[in-house]
Each structure stands twice: as C-alpha cells, then as structure tokens.
C-alpha cells in the first residue's frame, strides 16, 4: 500500500506578483500625478516667460516668488536630507542596507520640490525622483502589512522599478535599470516584482498620458552599414565628454560649499534665478528637456547653435543638480546626448560623409551612447532608448554606441554616476552584532580575488556566515574546503544591523567591482 501525501503548492511567485502588481498600481498613480503636474506647471512656466517679455516690470514680483519657492525647498532638503538629488542613489543605499529613512516625510516633500524645482524649468529630471517616489510608496505599503528583512526591499525594488516605467513608459528598461544599476540582484523574486510593478505602472502611465512613446522621433530609415564607422567616432565622443560630465557633477556640491557664501539650504536660490534670462532667451530648454529633444530631432538646428545649446545645458544641469534640488540627471544626461548626436551628425553632413536624413538617427544613437558612458548600464541604455523611442529599428547601431562609449568611460576610469553618489553619501559601517538576521547575496565577479580560493581561507567580515554557494540551478552547501568560481552566488547570513559592514567588507574581498545585492 502506497503512502499518499498532500501536494504542497509553491506559492511565493504568485505572492512576487500579487504583491507587485499593488505596488506598480500605487506607484503608477503617484508617480503619473507628479508627471503630470510637472508637464502643466513647465507649460504654464513657459508661457509665463514670453508674457514676462512683454511685460518687464514684472520680472521682480516673478523672481522673489522662486526665491520663496528655493527657500521652501531648502527648508525641506534641511529637515529630510534623503529628498535631495535624484533619489536614485537613497533607493541604491536602502536596498544595499547602507541606508534607510521614514517613508512619509520623503514621500510628500520629495513629491512637492520636484514639481516645484523642475516645473520652474530648472535642467533636471522627473525620472530619479520618480524612481525614489516609487520605492517610497512600496516602503509605506510594505510597512503598513509589516514586511521586513527581504521581502520589504523585494517591494522597493518594484516600487523603484514601477516609479521609472511610470515617468518613461519603458516598463522593461526599468526593470532591468533596477537589476543592472541599482539593485544588482537578478534572482526570480527580484525580477518577476519588479517586471510586474513595471508592468502594471505602465499600464496605469498609459491611460493617463495615452500610447504615444515618450521620445516618439521620426526618421527617414534605418542608417545603412557603410556609414556604421561614423558610429566609433560617435562613441569615442561621447564616451570622452560622458567622462568630463562624470567628473563635473561628483565636485559640484564640493564647488557650491566653496564658491558661495549661502547657507547650504540657500544654494537653490542660485539656480532659481539664474533660470529667468534662460526662461526669457530659450524657452524651449527649460525642464528635463525631452520637448527639446523631440523638436530638434524634428528640426535640427546648424552646428554653432547646437554647441551653444550644449554648453548651455551642460552648465546650468550641472549648476541645478549640485544645488541639491530633489531632481535628477537621467533625462538631462539623454539631452546632452541627443545634442551632441545632432552637433556630431551636423559636423557630418558640413564634412560630406553623411546625408543629412540621418541627422535624427544619430540623436536616437547618441542618447544611448552618452548615457550608457556615464551610468556604465549599456544593457539598459539600449533597451530604454528603443522603448522611449517605439522602435526596434535602431538595435544594432544603439549597440554599437553604447559599448563604444561605456569602454572609452572604463578606459579613463569612470564609475556608474549612480554608485559613485551612493559612496559619497555613506561612511564606512562598522561591524554590528545583534538584533534579528538577515541576509547578503555576493555575486563572484570575472577576475575576483575570490575566485579559486578555499572558502577558509577567506577572511569572512566579522559577524558574517556564509551558508550557501548558488552554483547555476542547484545550491552548495559551502565547507572548509569548498572552491569558490566565477558567477557563484555566496549566500551569507548576518544580523539586519550588520549588512551595511558586511557588504563592504565583501566589497572589498570580491576585487572585481562586484554585483552585490540582497
């Protein structure tokens, strides 16, 4: 007589994507209110500026009302420090567990002054703050049914994800930007949360601002293989001035503390009126600049024009973003990248080795360049630009760029912009040995110092236990003599108190610029 057992029934994904779909409704609404509310106020701002020009005398009541405006930000940014800059690198840090902070105070200040600051028409981005908006609102949903440990930063990590697919209806750049950039963990829980609050935030995207891509640029065709050695100049440009953007916006907060004699929370002041003769001269440049993007691919500018155009947002993002205004430099970096597309196709057409058709091609191309070179995401970049854009036609040559650019930044040394930021934020944490357990994923890198090593040989963070090696589908059980190989995922437990330590620590061991992640 054979034994009969109950058939148990694995229900953590369906839990991944219940709980995920939640998440991608909530931070779809909140995150498509604040970009719509910030695509009213740019309009009206806009409109405000060539009434202002008729009408001079009234410049002075307009600039002390973005005078109060900075203050008040100011005022905020003081109080709740995590709602300055983009919000990526706070999301990056709390997942990370470098970092944590409540959930509402952010919540609705970060939502306030960034429609405050970009709506005003400074050069900054919804995305990063949408990002942050998102995570947030999946921080208070996980807090209010009591989640902790991982399964509260698996709903972060959806909520960031939804936040971006909101603000640029590319629901599966997003998710990979969360994996690849932000939190560099692709386990199926991960992924299929995220891929789901993506999803449904889109969904939520789309019926508020309709179907219409973000970046809906036209083109004449496709850009034929004999001109794909224009692509490696392109690159090379790109990657080369992604560099000096990395380099300018890390110093910019350091150069704001030694350059003005402001209290901290009065360096917005500087930019808030600094954006009234921009406003008054161009228009078209203000906000995050995808209007700008949009119409010049549709009408290019000539050559002269567009360098002063590049230079100008060059500048001034850079001005916006070190002021700590909470804004970020996402669409601002696709921006510069387009420019500089239409400033290399331009020079181009003058030169005779390209017809000028395929001047629009090249800000497709050139947006994805510049911003897989400054974020070190090439994967997303391509991925993100093809959704923004509503075409698969431009695959190969995205590529191209992109892995141009992204090895001309690593060759100068550059770091992803958004980790780079994480570390200026954090200090180094020190080993903590009490309060309930929690885990640390470690992805052994190509290249490790860990790789072929015994795992006693390894000098574990104090507080640490490693109790599992993923190797493909299956799991080791780690023992004393138990050789460590690329592309094995350490599983390590800690106390949640000691992840921050421990990571770092690990960062260190694992010497190939390690995905780690939890």
Do not use: C
């Not at 229900?11 to 994507?17: D, E, G, P």
């Not at 609102?137 to 509260?152: D, N, P, Y």
């Not at 080993?431 to 890198?445: L, M």
């Amino acid at each position: 007589m054979t034994r009969k057992y109950p058939i148990k029934h694995d229900l953590t994904r369906l839990n991944a994507i219940f709980f995920g779909s939640i998440v991608g409704l909530l931070a779809g609404v909140v995150v498509s209110t604040f970009r719509l509310a910030i695509e009213h106020l740019l309009t009206t701002v806009q409109g405000i500026y060539g009434w202002l020009g008729q009408h001079p005398l009234w410049l002075i009541p307009w600039a002390v009302l973005l005078i109060l405006a900075a203050a008040l930000i100011g005022h905020w940014g003081k109080q709740t420090p995590m709602i300055k800059g983009s919000g990526i690198p706070q999301i990056e840090g709390q997942l990370a567990g470098e970092m944590d902070y409540k959930w509402w105070p952010v919540l609705w200040r970060k939502f306030i002054g960034g429609i405050l600051g970009i709506g005003a028409g400074l050069f900054l981005g919804r995305e990063g703050p949408s990002i942050q908006l998102g995570g947030t609102v999946a921080q208070g949903f996980a807090e209010s049914i009591h989640l902790t440990g991982s399964k509260r930063r698996l709903l972060i990590a959806g909520g960031a994800a939804a936040g971006l697919s909101a603000a640029f209806n590319a629901p599966i750049a997003s998710t990979l930007f969360i994996l690849e950039e932000v939190y560099h963990n692709f386990s199926t829980l991960v992924w299929l949360t995220a891929l789901t609050s993506a999803v449904v935030a889109n969904f939520v995207s789309n019926v508020v601002f309709g179907l219409t891509p973000v970046l809906h640029i036209q083109y004449e065709q496709a850009l034929p293989l004999k001109y794909y050695w224009l692509l490696l100049i392109v690159g090379v440009g790109l990657g080369l001035l992604g560099y000096l953007y990395q380099w300018v916006t890390l110093r910019g907060a350091s150069w704001y503390a030694k350059l003005t004699w402001l209290p901290e929370q009065l360096n917005s002041i500087i930019p808030f009126l600094l954006v009234i003769p921009i406003g008054l001269l161009w228009p078209i440049t203000l906000g995050g600049g995808n209007q700008m993007i949009v119409q010049f691919a549709r009408q290019t500018p000539l050559l002269i024009p567009l360098i002063g155009y590049f230079i100008l947002r060059f500048v001034f993002s850079t001005i916006s973003y070190g002021s700590g205004l909470p804004g970020g430099i996402f669409l601002p970096i696709l921006t510069l990248g387009a420019l500089l597309g239409a400033i290399g196709a331009r020079g181009f057409v003058a030169l005779g080795w390209l017809p000028a058709v395929f001047i629009a091609n090249f800000v497709i191309y050139a947006m994805a360049g510049y911003f897989a070179g400054i974020s070190k995401a090439p994967f997303t970049a391509i991925l993100l630009i093809t959704e923004m854009v509503g075409s698969l036609q431009h695959l190969m040559p995205l590529a191209v760029v992109a892995i141009v650019a992204y090895i001309t930044v690593d060759v100068l040394g550059g770091e992803p912009i958004y980790e780079a930021m994480l570390e200026k934020m954090v200090t180094p944490a020190t080993a903590k040995a009490n309060g309930p357990t929690d885990r640390v994923e470690v992805a052994v890198g190509e290249g490790s110092e860990l790789v072929g090593r015994q795992v006693r040989d390894i000098p574990w963070p104090k507080g640490a236990l490693l109790v599992s090696v993923k190797r493909g589908e299956r799991a080791v059980i780690p023992k004393g003599d138990t050789i460590l190989r690329a592309g094995d995922t350490l599983v390590v437990f800690t106390y949640r108190a000691n992840r921050a330590f421990v990571r770092q620590q690990l960062a260190h061991l694992n010497d190939s610029h390690p995905h780690l992640a939890d």
